[in-house]
């Protein structure tokens, strides 16, 4: 039986291809192309990937040159965050037409509560049709929507019907629904969880549900615990729209393996330019300046510094940093990324602009 939250009307909005959607309405002659936003170098890395592109398995987070060892013919474009951040506000908008109890995940996704709706209609997946047709009337890009009582089910719902599709998981079906479904579908086990669960010949939800509360925690830890829940529809957390975003980051890949100190600090303190910029054009400044390096095999080293005061001054910020990586630079070989990020902000803000921005340059 799921909870008598069931009531709830929870709507999942997510945006097709966003970047590259994005990119090809701009830019008509991208239109039907295999296209990848991000860098196509070495060292590069794709963001989002068109549909075109996606056929030939292209996908996010892929290295660029693999990305086009796959599609040969692939395009790449360079990432442009002011003009997706536009489009996000546009699509907002949207949304706070029929609620204000959203919660975005990123950019390009939201969760809205559309139990009591501003235009009163009575059934969720009304409401999700209605905000489909805008977005594309507005943005002239599409959309996918998963519609069920509670966020868990709507976000995988989401995923069902993309791109341009819409899916409804009612209560009735929910329990069948979770069970014929595969674990590695399941929102927030990831590819490690996957694997372990189908070491353990945990392959679908059915196969979840054997397992007690008690042997998931222990073999999952609080993940256990809210796996067994959400195998059962159990999922009563509300849509939140006040989440705070906790860091603000700025990364870049290096172009190639640097090892020495002398090789490294000029590119920090570029990096330290770039960070200055997103604090300081956030006003939002933290106590805790981290450095994050992953290594040439793929290991990744984060250290912290942190002050009882905010700080605001790109001077000492840098200062900070160099010391992060002056403490730390016995600690690897090689590195093939930087990163700095700022944690235990000063104010407050919500996550629609809480987005990373990555650099390769």
Request: aromatic share 8%; with cysteine; charged share 30%.
């Amino acid at each position: 039986m799921v909870p008598e939250s069931n009531s709830r009307k929870i709507v999942h909005i997510d945006m097709d291809a966003f970047y590259a959607s994005v990119e090809q309405r701009d830019n008509p002659d991208l239109k039907g192309k295999p296209i990848a936003v991000g860098g196509g170098g070495h060292r590069g890395v794709t963001t989002t990937a068109s549909y075109e592109a996606r056929k030939f398995g292209v996908r996010s987070a892929m290295p660029g040159w693999q990305a086009k060892q796959l599609c040969p013919h692939l395009i790449f474009v360079t990432p442009r965050f002011d003009a997706y951040k536009e489009v996000s506000y546009q699509i907002r908008s949207i949304f706070k037409e029929y609620t204000d109890l959203i919660e975005p995940l990123s950019l390009d996704e939201a969760f809205l509560d559309v139990t009591e709706n501003k235009k009163n209609i009575p059934f969720g997946m009304h409401v999700a049709q209605e905000i489909i047709q805008r977005v594309k009337e507005k943005t002239q890009l599409t959309c996918s929507a998963g519609v069920s009582y509670c966020k868990f089910l709507a976000k995988v719902a989401s995923d069902l019907k993309k791109p341009n599709g819409l899916s409804v998981i009612t209560p009735k079906r929910a329990i069948s629904f979770l069970e014929e479904l595969p674990i590695k579908d399941f929102f927030g086990v990831g590819k490690v969880t996957a694997a372990k669960m189908e070491s353990l010949e945990i392959k679908t939800g059915r196969d979840l549900k054997k397992l007690s509360k008690l042997e998931l925690a222990q073999k999952f830890g609080k993940s256990g615990i809210h796996f067994y829940d959400i195998v059962r529809g159990i999922d009563d957390r509300p849509v939140n729209p006040n989440r705070i975003r906790k860091s603000l980051a700025v990364e870049r890949t290096l172009n190639e393996d640097l090892e020495e100190l002398d090789q490294i600090t000029p590119v920090l303190e570029r990096i330290v330019e770039k960070f200055f910029e997103r604090l300081n054009s956030a006003n939002n400044f933290g106590r805790t300046i981290s450095l994050k390096l992953k290594t040439s095999d793929f290991r990744i080293i984060t250290r912290s510094l942190s002050k009882d005061y905010h700080i605001r001054e790109k001077s000492e910020i840098k200062q900070l940093a160099i010391e992060l990586l002056e403490q730390n630079i016995n600690e690897f070989e090689k590195i093939r990324l930087i990163g700095l990020s700022a944690s235990n902000l000063e104010k407050e803000s919500q996550t629609l602009q809480d987005y990373q921005l990555s650099f390769d340059w």
